[in-house]
T-cell receptor, first 114, second 113 residues
Framework: AQSVTQLGSHVSVSEGALVLLRCNYS??????LFWYVQYPNQGLQLLLK??????LVKGINGFEAEFKKSETSFHLTKPSAHMSDAAEYFC????????????FGQGTRLTINP | DAGVTQSPTHLIKTRGQQVTLRCSPI?????VSWYQQVLGQGPQFIFQ???????GRGNFPDRFSARQFPNYSSELNVNALLLGDSALYLC????????????FGPGTRLTVT
């Protein structure tokens, strides 16, 4: 079964600083990987998706993620944090064995300090 | 275009009661999936329906059931509610129901007292 591990349940950065949220996956087949963001009391919004077309994936709101097969990683980055980036971020791997199923990590809460 | 919609937004039920949650997918999407998100955790897969057929279910008891209607909307039913069923229930839709992205609704917050 596929699984996702997000390193660091809570990350705090200063406004304007680099954001780095870590995600490692386990998959026996080439994975489809996703990053979602969840603002308080809301559903999940898709940030970006990896589907093997390119290892560097650009998403919305200035975020991007790099797929590294050798490290089984799919870390999310943003060069300059903005106060509006404060939210919970989830990495997920798509598993299609009968059902289309997203397997999520535990999430990383991003706090932005002024 | 309207996104995934869910109703109700919030719900408070008593242990032992039954609850029905509703979801309307994005227009043109034929797949609906349900996830349970307990506070402080990532969402857990409950069900997927595609073209009104159940494609799969996660590790949830038989108290959880769902169905999909001809217009692709869906209902999630939970019987004999337990305190541990308190969670945010998320509905997601996708076009093909395979590897394409899933779009989530705002969720229904269920509190069981």
């Amino acid at each position: 079964a596929q699984s996702v591990t997000q390193l660091g349940s809570h990350v705090s950065v200063s406004e304007g600083a680099l954001v780095l949220l870590r995600c490692n996956y386990s998959s026996s087949v080439p994975p489809y990987l996703f990053w979602y963001v969840q603002y308080p009391n809301q559903g999940l919004q898709l940030l970006l998706k990896y589907t093997s077309a390119a290892t560097l994936v650009k998403g919305i709101n200035g975020f991007e993620a790099e797929f590294k097969k050798s490290e089984t990683s799919f870390h999310l980055t943003k060069p300059s944090a903005h106060m509006s980036d404060a939210a919970e971020y989830f990495c997920a791997v798509s598993e299609v064995q009968g059902a289309q199923k997203l397997v999520f990590g535990q999430g990383t809460r991003l706090t932005i300090n002024p | 275009d309207a996104g995934v919609t869910q109703s109700p937004t919030h719900l408070i039920k008593t242990r032992g009661q039954q609850v029905t949650l509703r979801c309307s997918p994005i227009s043109g999407h034929k797949s609906v999936s349900w996830y349970q998100q307990v506070l402080g955790q990532g969402p857990q897969f409950i069900f997927q329906y595609y073209e009104k057929e159940e494609r799969g279910r996660g590790n949830f008891p038989d108290r959880f059931s769902a169905r999909q209607f001809p217009n692709y909307s869906s209902e999630l039913n939970v019987n004999a509610l337990l305190l541990g069923d308190s969670a945010l229930y998320l509905c997601a839709s996708s076009a093909s129901g395979t590897y394409d992205e899933q779009y989530f609704g705002p969720g229904t917050r269920l509190t069981v007292t």
